[in-house]
C-alpha cells in the first residue's frame, strides 16, 4: 500500500518555539520522492521541499528543516523559532516511482497555529 | 518558481448548472495537469490527470461524465463540472509538472472554491 501518516491533526504553540511536524510513509517502491506543502488560509499550496529516496541528507533552508530517514520511513518537518505567518496546514505527500512520479499520495496535513 | 493560475478563483452556482474551471500554467509547459478536491478540513484527493492531446485519466469513483477535463494546450486544461449538485460544492486545485525541468514536482494553482446552491 501507498500511504502517507500524519498522526498530529492540530499542533498550537507560541511565538518562537520550534515545532516538529512529523510524516510517516508507507511504499513498496524503493525509489520515490517526498514533499512538503504549505496551505496557508488563502488555500494556495505552496512547494516547500522535494527529497528523493536515495538523499538521505537532511536539509535546512532557513527556520525550516527536514529530518529524511529511511529506516523509520519518516521525513518530519521542523519550524525553528516559529512566526505566526508560520500558521498554516502543512502536508507530507509522496510520489513513488511506480505512479510515474505523477501520483501524488498526500497526508490528512497538520494544522499549525502560531500565537503572539 | 513555476506559477499556475486558476480561473475562477471563486463561483457560487444553482444546481444543474454547469461550471467550467481553467488552470494554466503561466512561465512553464505541462503536457500533465493534475485535478484535486478538497473537502473542508479534509486533504486533497486527486480527480484525474490531464494529458495534453489526450484522454484524461480519472481516478476510481471519479465520474468522467461529470467531471470534463480538456487539456486543449500545453499551458491549458479546463474542469467542467457538468449539472452540479450541493454535494460537489468544494475546493478545487489543479497543478502543473514542469516539462522543461524536473518532472518530479507538481506546482499548484490557488484553487476554486464552488458553491452550489
Known amino acids: 500500500a501507498q500511504k502517507v501518516t500524519q498522526a498530529q491533526t492540530e499542533i498550537s504553540v507560541v511565538e518562537k518555539e520550534d515545532v516538529t511536524l512529523d510524516c510517516v510513509y508507507e511504499?513498496?517502491?524503493?525509489?520515490?520522492?517526498l514533499f512538503w506543502y504549505k496551505q496557508p488560509p488563502s488555500g494556495e499550496l505552496v512547494f516547500l521541499i522535494r527529497?528523493?529516496?536515495?538523499?538521505?541528507q537532511n536539509e535546512i533552508s532557513g527556520r525550516y528543516s527536514w529530518n529524511f530517514q529511511k529506516s523509520t520511513s519518516s521525513f518530519n518537518f521542523t519550524i525553528t523559532a516559529s512566526q505566526v505567518v508560520d500558521s498554516a496546514v502543512y502536508f507530507c505527500?509522496?510520489?513513488?516511482?511506480?505512479?510515474?512520479?505523477?501520483?501524488?499520495?498526500f497526508g490528512a496535513g497538520t494544522r499549525l497555529a502560531v500565537h503572539p | 518558481g513555476a506559477v499556475v493560475s486558476q480561473h475562477p478563483s471563486r463561483v457560487i452556482c444553482k444546481s444543474g448548472t454547469s461550471v467550467k474551471i481553467e488552470c494554466r500554467s503561466l512561465?512553464?509547459?505541462?503536457?500533465?495537469m493534475f485535478w484535486y478536491r478538497q473537502f473542508p478540513k479534509q486533504s486533497l484527493m486527486l480527480m484525474a490527470t490531464?494529458?495534453?492531446?489526450?484522454?484524461?485519466?480519472?481516478e476510481q469513483g471519479v465520474e468522467k461524465d461529470k467531471f470534463l477535463i480538456n487539456h486543449a494546450s500545453l499551458t491549458l486544461s479546463t474542469l467542467t463540472v457538468t449539472s452540479a449538485h450541493p454535494e460537489d460544492s468544494s475546493f478545487y486545485i489543479c497543478?502543473?509538472?514542469?516539462?522543461?525541468?524536473?518532472?518530479?514536482?507538481?506546482?499548484f494553482g490557488p484553487g476554486t472554491r464552488l458553491l452550489v446552491l
Open positions: 497543478s502543473a509538472n514542469d516539462l522543461a525541468g524536473v518532472m518530479e514536482t507538481q506546482y
Open positions: 511504499t513498496r517502491d524503493t525509489t520515490y520522492y
Open positions: 527529497r528523493n529516496s536515495f538523499d538521505e
Open positions: 505527500a509522496l510520489s513513488p516511482f511506480s505512479g510515474g512520479y505523477n501520483k501524488l499520495i
Open positions: 512561465d512553464f509547459q505541462a503536457t500533465t
Open positions: 490531464s494529458n495534453e492531446g489526450s484522454k484524461a485519466t480519472y
